[in-house]
């Protein structure tokens, strides 16, 4: 898949038809232990649960040819006293890695988060191996205000360091 213009993705709410897709992208992400701190295990039912039936909102980006390609949930970091920081997972399928999708999706992500009402977006696991997501947050405002150390057990590399990373929705932050 070439690098896709915004014109090509439609960025929309998920709609239950759309789960068959979702969990071709989430399963292998999931399954490969590397940047999610979900059971490589997880069922496909527990799975739905995580990332469908918790957050406040899933959403799916879906190409012109009707491909999902990503996705991306929002949910209270917290709850009550903490529940206006929020929490996101995004996840883009193989063929679309690198394309721009995950771009699209946190950019979207962000307003959404301002229109439920949000003031902040806290990633609170991002995986000190996951450059790629590191350099994509940092390129998008967040800052890595914490170093949690081994706290995740990569498949490949055992005990690796995490990052909490944060911003500020409100102007002038």
């Known amino acids: 898949m070439p690098s896709v213009a915004s014109e090509e993705i ?22 490969a232990g590397e940047t999610y701190a979900f059971s490589p295990d ?5 799975a739905k649960t995580a990332w469908i039936t918790v957050p406040s909102q ?5 190409h012109q040819t009707g491909e999902i390609v990503g996705t991306y949930y929002i949910k209270p970091n917290q709850p009550e006293l903490g529940a206006h920081v ?11 890695t690198g394309k721009g999708v995950a ?6 992500s962000q307003h959404e988060a301002k229109r439920l009402g949000f ?22 405002g967040f800052d890595a205000i914490g170093t949690l150390p081994s706290a995740f057990p990569h498949s490949r590399y055992g005990f690796v360091d ?4 944060f911003k500020s929705l409100e102007e002038g932050h």
């Not at 771009?103 to 979207?108: E, G, L």
Request: net charge negative.
């Open 42 to 46: 997880i069922s496909e039912a527990d």
């Open 119 to 140: 003031m902040a977006m806290q990633f609170n696991l991002v995986v000190a191996t996951n450059d790629a997501a590191i350099h994509l947050w940092q390129k998008m």
């Open 86 to 96: 929020c929490n996101c997972g995004y996840i883009v399928s193989e063929a679309a």
């Open 10 to 31: 439609i960025l929309r709410p998920f709609e239950p038809s759309d789960w068959p897709q979702v969990w071709q992208i989430v399963q292998p992400v999931f399954r």
């Open 162 to 165: 995490a990052l909490v990373m």
């Open 103 to 108: 771009t699209m999706m946190c950019t979207h």
């Open 58 to 62: 899933t959403y799916v980006a879906v």
